[in-house]
């Protein structure tokens, strides 16, 4: 199993930034997909995940701001970060399976990338 995560970056408070996910060495269309992000100093928060025919649920006061979509046709599962806030700043990840809020570790997941940096500037 592989997931590369991309599009984190440096942005402003309120702005929006859009993650991609790129997976391969499993059947991702079948595969229920998340993301999950960890700040520095704190533990993991899981953010959002998708089923494979697209339903999705999300994590506490994520929804109001957070959308994640996935395109089967690319094995790709996208997280649209809307009004960002300095709280937001954290490494996401990618990850295979559905998430929790009682997660706490990646491991809990089947798989999981390397993440990607986001960080979000007052």
């Known amino acids: 199993v592989h997931l590369v995560e991309s599009g984190g970056g440096l942005v402003q408070y309120g702005g929006s930034l859009r993650l991609s996910c790129v997976a391969s060495?499993?059947?991702?269309?079948?595969?229920?997909m998340s993301w999950a992000r960890q700040a520095p100093g704190k533990g993991l928060e899981w953010v959002a995940s998708?089923?494979?025919?697209?339903?999705?649920w999300y994590g506490n006061s994520m929804k109001a701001r957070f959308v994640i979509s996935r395109d089967n046709t690319q094995n790709t599962v996208y997280l649209q970060m809307n009004s960002l806030k300095p709280e937001d700043t954290a490494v996401y990840h990618c990850a295979q399976g559905l998430g929790s809020t009682w997660y706490s570790q990646l491991s809990e997941f089947d798989a999981w990338g390397q993440g990607t940096q986001v960080t979000v500037s007052s």
């Open positions: 060495g499993f059947t991702f269309s079948t595969s229920a």
């Open positions: 998708v089923f494979s025919d697209g339903r999705a």
